[in-house]
């Protein structure tokens, strides 16, 4: 049970991660970032319901490939977010 509470937890802070990548984007107006990120943050949040589907039907342990593609993804989207910010600073931003 400890490790079903602790993979909704971790799929919970990649949902937060990438929700906030979007919020930075946002405001340094990186476009294809916000697409990126707004998509990534409806995965998430689909990891999550069923990270919570697994705790509420008492499965024995998390679905570890859901929680590595749920760290994977809020990797990527960070990643991309801070190749994009060095690439666009050299134009004014």
Do not use: W
């Amino acid at each position: 049970m400890k490790s079903l509470v602790g993979a909704v937890v971790a799929v919970f802070l990649s949902a937060i991660t990438c929700g906030a990548t979007f919020l930075f984007a946002l405001y340094r107006q990186l476009a294809m970032v916000e697409v990126a990120a707004s998509l990534a943050t409806g995965a998430e949040l689909y990891f999550l319901s069923s990270s919570i589907g697994d705790v509420i039907e008492k499965k024995l342990e998390p679905n570890k490939v859901r929680l590595l593609a749920a760290a994977s993804l809020a990797a990527a989207v960070v990643c991309y977010f801070l190749i994009a910010k060095y690439l666009n600073q050299g134009k004014g931003g």
